[in-house]
């Protein structure tokens, strides 16, 4: 049985729960069974943010994440609450753009990406997470054109057709990282 | 998948509310089922439907109670502060036998409590929530697509029996996504000749009410309501029996509680312990069966609940006492995890 | 020949009003004006909670009986369902300016195409003779015992000068009972507000001035008086909002 269990988190206004729901959306073409649940309430008004998302071959029993095996930190709160959670064998993978420190576990992946900044230097400022999400995919063996293609389509409506493009230039950037 | 769509828990409910012919949705915002109300704004006036703000949940009610005189299906939503001020006026639904579906995506409380998940509303909601004798069908689902799902059978029981139906959610089914699958059929409404919808000059005068000075007769109608009930209970009593055939050790959960305990059971069976599960879908009637039956083979039976033990009345009385009922729960907001159900079932088996 | 008839929207059953009461000349005005508009078999009524709650056995259209003060709400849920249907409530003091006066504003704020059929006499009758929310300063009931005391429990309300300040509502106005002349207008400014409903007009509310013989512990006849002498000077007769007309009474 195949399950992966990610843990987004970051400030609002990150994406952080857009990037969660289009790793969910990424399952549920590829036939998963998935689940996406936020953190909500006030901390989402400009604290922390946080999603659970869990992508399976079995039906998702509890959709809340404690131990991810992937663990997305998009600022140091987040990592200081949740490197201590990571799964044994987990993947970190953080933003190093704003988070200086190192992480102390020893026994997971890190990946330190420097997303807000590259983001920033190649024109889409709000995309960091979809950086993200493409060194994700990629090292998870999950990056192909046609789910990529597929799950951007149901993430961005219709009106926003525009941003599909520029989303999928963060993917391939944070894929090629 | 190409019929599955990514919704919310609460989105689901309104989603599917409209396919179930509910054109008339009155609310009040209360974290954390907002989004059904937001859903509806969006929807309903694409579709002929009425989407009214009220200005109280008590208006909200009676808005609903007017729409249900009319005979027409009609719903509101709310969370747990939200519902005590519904009380009233779900307690006239009762007495005016109006079929209606009322929402609670419960928040821990008592008082203005939190907003995260609780299911500290049962005794509320399986016992009535409101004064006088009556009941509610209660209807606890664990996934999206079971919100989608009962939504549409709420209805159908409120229809059916001229009962006020409950969709019991939490702050985690109302807020997680799953994929959903809207493809289902949806019996059409029965006709409703009792309905206040204008006499055309061709009939006797319909009353809607629930006032009956005359103990004698307000006696028989409570007495005949009851009888229906009797109905609910043999006809659509609902649960989900998860490894129980050859279990040592049982857990009764709902909704969220039953999930986290599936993770749980299937963590006790790796180990070697025979661990199961009985999830009530129906809550009110409760599943009496599955734990009259649970007793005659297992050591115990544990029930998960995010309150400080509510269902766990039932599951005795079910039960009968005859094996040891223990509690294992969080409250105010809190979740039990996996492990800490697993740790009471290692417990349970030693 | 016959001169005179009972109206057909009122049904031929006994009333359980108390003699000198002025709810059975409203209960008829309001049922001659459903005659004479010929809308009966589209008209639902909605009952309130008070003297007046067993209305729904009275009146010939469909009726629904409202938790207390909710009426309005009730109101807006069956005129929703059927936008066709003609909706009205019938009120009393305590309903609907006490613990229903939200819904009552809300409904005048939301111009719900509904008509309001508001019965002021400044007393709880069904409970046994209360203080109200209309009732007068220094009026003596069975909770204002030595009479109604403003540092106490303020001042009366009066609802059509109160809803006159919102955009929403669409006409008010205060009528009473207490002569011939008076029930005669009374009758006009109902009709008006039926037919505003009928154009789709919206919210109308007729405040009745009406007595109560029994808790205010008075003859019938000296209980027109008391209208005219004491509840007339706190409650001015006359129309405070006609929106199509562009009127509002200040």
């Known amino acids: 049985m195949s399950t992966k269990q990610f843990l987004f988190s970051g400030f ?25 649940l936020p953190s909500y309430g006030p901390e989402m008004r400009g604290g922390t943010a946080s999603c659970s998302v869990i992508v399976s071959d079995e039906p998702v029993g509890s959709p809340i994440v404690t131990y991810p ?106 894929a090629s990282l | 998948m190409a019929d599955k769509v990514l919704m919310k828990g609460n989105e689901a409910i309104a989603e599917a509310a409209i396919k179930a012919g509910c054109r008339h949705y009155f609310g009040y915002p209360i974290t954390p089922q907002t989004e059904v109300a937001a859903y509806m704004a969006k929807r309903m006036p694409k579709i002929g439907g009425t989407f ?90 664990s996934s999206v697509q079971e919100m989608a799902e009962l939504t549409v059978k709420a209805f159908e029981l409120a229809d059916k029996y001229r009962m006020t ?89 709902f909704g969220i509680a039953a999930r986290v305990s599936k993770n749980a059971v299937n963590e006790a069976r790796k180990r070697g312990i025979k661990a199961g599960l009985i999830r009530p879908i129906t809550l009110w009637p409760f599943p009496d069966a599955p734990f009259k039956k649970a007793a005659t083979h297992v050591k115990q039976i544990i029930s998960v609940e995010l309150n400080m033990g509510q269902m766990i009345e039932d599951v005795r009385l079910a039960s009968e006492c005859k094996v040891p009922v223990t509690l294992c729960n969080r409250v105010g907001g809190m979740i039990p995890s996996p492990e800490q159900v697993l740790d009471a079932i290692v417990k349970a088996s030693k | 020949m016959i001169v005179y008839d009972k109206p057909h929207a009122l049904l031929d059953v006994p009333l359980h009003y108390c003699p000198g009461c002025t709810h059975g000349i409203v ?35 469909d009726m629904i009986e409202a938790a207390h003060g909710r009426a309005p709400a009730v109101a807006t849920g069956v005129k929703r369902a059927d936008p066709s249907k003609i909706v009205f409530t019938y009120q009393g003091d305590g309903d609907l300016a006490s613990i229903g006066m939200a819904e009552t504003v809300h409904a005048a704020a939301r111009n719900e195409n509904i008509t309001v059929i508001f019965i002021n006499n400044a007393i709880y009758g069904m409970t046994g003779g209360q203080m109200a929310p209309t009732s007068l300063v220094g009026q003596v009931t069975q909770t204002s015992p030595y009479g109604r005391d403003p540092k106490l429990c303020g001042y009366p309300i009066k609802v059509c000068e109160l809803l006159s300040e919102l955009e929403g509502a669409e006409y008010l106005e205060r009528v009473t009972v207490n002569s011939i002349p008076h029930i005669r207008a009374a009758k006009k400014a109902i009709k008006k507000a039926f037919m505003n409903q009928i154009e789709g007009k919206g919210f109308s509310l007729i405040e009745v001035v009406s007595s109560c013989p029994t808790n205010w512990g008075m003859t019938p006849q000296n209980a027109l008086k008391w209208i005219e002498e004491k509840m007339l000077p706190q409650y001015p007769l006359g129309v405070y909002k006609d929106r199509s007309n562009g009127e509002v009474k200040k």
């Open chain 1, 69 to 174: 095996d992937v663990l997305v930190a998009m600022n140091l709160p987040s990592l200081d609450r949740f490197e201590g959670k990571v799964a044994p064998g987990g993947m970190i993978f953080l933003d190093s753009s704003l988070i200086e420190r190192e992480v102390v576990r020893k026994d997971v992946k890190v990946f330190r990406i420097p997303a807000t900044r590259l983001a920033g230097e190649n024109g889409f400022p709000t995309l960091a997470n979809m950086i993200i999400v493409g060194k994700i995919l990629k090292e998870l063996g999950e990056y192909n054109d046609e789910g990529l293609k597929a799950a951007l389509a149901k993430v961005i409506s219709a009106k926003h057709a525009d941003m599909m493009e520029v989303n999928r230039k963060a993917i391939d950037l944070g």
């Open chain 2, 165 to 253: 139906s409950m969709v019991l959610a939490d702050g985690t089914m109302g807020q997680m996504m799953e994929p959903v699958d809207l493809n289902f059929d949806v019996a059409p409404a029965p006709e409703k000749p009792w309905a206040t919808t204008g006499t055309e000059m061709k009939r006797k005068h319909n009353i809607v009410n629930s006032l009956s000075l005359v103990p004698e007769e307000l006696e028989k109608l409570n007495i005949a309501r009851f009888e229906r009930y009797e109905l609910v209970k043999k006809n659509e009593t609902m649960y989900e029996e998860y490894m129980m055939d050859d279990a040592d050790i049982a857990i009764a959960a």
């Open chain 1, 12 to 36: 609002g206004g990150q994406g952080i729960l857009f990037a969660g729901k289009f790793i969910a959306y990424k399952g549920l073409i590829e036939d998963k069974q998935v689940s996406w």
């Open chain 3, 27 to 61: 209960h008829k005005l309001v049922a001659e004006v459903i005659d004479e508009l010929g809308i009966e078999g589209k008209t639902i009524g909605i009952a309130p909670v008070g003297c007046s709650v067993m209305a729904y056995d009275y009146f010939a259209c």
């Open chain 2, 52 to 141: 009214l703000q009220a200005e109280s949940e008590i208006a909200a009610i009676n808005m609903v109670y007017g729409v249900a005189s009319a005979g027409l299906r009609v719903m509101t939503s709310s969370s747990s502060p939200g519902i005590s001020l519904k009380g009233e006026g779900i307690s006239y639904l009762a007495g005016a036998d109006l079929p209606a579906l009322v929402v609670n995506v419960q928040r821990g409380g008592p008082g203005l409590g939190g907003i995260q998940p609780s299911q500290s509303d049962y005794f509320q909601s399986t016992r009535g929530g409101g004064h006088g004798d009556y009941h509610m069908i209660v209807l606890a689902p």
